[in-house]
């Protein structure tokens, strides 16, 4: 949804269905590296755009379970985690970016807990 490209033009490009492609992005199937290889040429992104937050994890720490979604995926799934990445991406002033970024970073910090 993020660059415009259905399930269904990317399961074309891939020489699968778009049920497939659904099943990768749900993460119900296992996706190789030669595959996935092949989306991020066909997404125009570099590899480790979907290795992103791996690096956020420390060393031993427990992983997903195959049950369980990512919480960065969980909000950019979700409608107003979509609305805010694409109103984001259309921001072409880097500094202007970078201040909305710091922006919404205070805010969280000074969001209270879930518990309090």
Do not use: C, H, W
């Amino acid at each position: 949804m993020m660059i415009g490209m259905s399930q269904e033009r990317l399961g074309e490009l891939l020489g699968l269905t778009f049920q497939q492609v659904q099943k990768y992005e749900k993460g119900v199937n296992r996706i190789g590296a030669g595959r996935l290889f092949e989306i991020a040429r066909i997404l125009g992104v570099p590899i480790y755009y979907f290795y992103e937050s791996v690096s956020d994890q420390l060393p031993g720490s427990p992983g997903f379970t195959e049950n369980e979604t990512p919480p960065v995926l969980e909000f950019v799934s979700s409608g107003e985690g979509l609305q805010l990445s694409l109103a984001y991406m259309r921001i072409k002033d880097p500094k202007v970016r970078k201040r909305v970024l710091d922006l919404v970073k205070s805010l969280a910090d000074d969001a209270p807990a879930k518990d309090e």
